[in-house]
């Protein structure tokens, strides 16, 4: 297994618009506070990196973000040590799925850092 190559960015980005939490398969009539994707769930990280309380953008300080390459994963590591995955609806969020992972890893501050440069 090789590192992400470029031409494959748009094939992931694509993947992380079909990501669920925990793989599951959201109804439509599913709560509104259950993000219903990873795109979503880190557009959702980057409004409050830009434009909220201090204390909230503390917290966005304090996660990690690891984007899993081998296969399709977004793990999102936070301050009080929970882990919320990300993965392609039906797939097991809980196992690794190869005997190794290569992940690029984002830290919270960085992230925060990017969304107040950017916006």
Known sequence: ???????EAAEHARAYSAMTPGGAVLST????????SALEFLDLKSEIAVGRAPE???D???HRFEFVHGWRE??????EDSVTRFVLPGALASHQQAPYSIAGLV???VFANLMKDLF
């Open 1 to 7: 297994m090789s590192a992400p190559k470029l031409h």
């Open 56 to 58: 909230a953008v503390d």
């Open 74 to 79: 977004l793990s999102a590591h936070r301050p």
């Open 60 to 62: 966005i300080r304090g």
């Open 107 to 109: 830290k919270g501050e």
């Open 29 to 36: 009539d599913a709560p509104d506070s259950i993000p219903r």
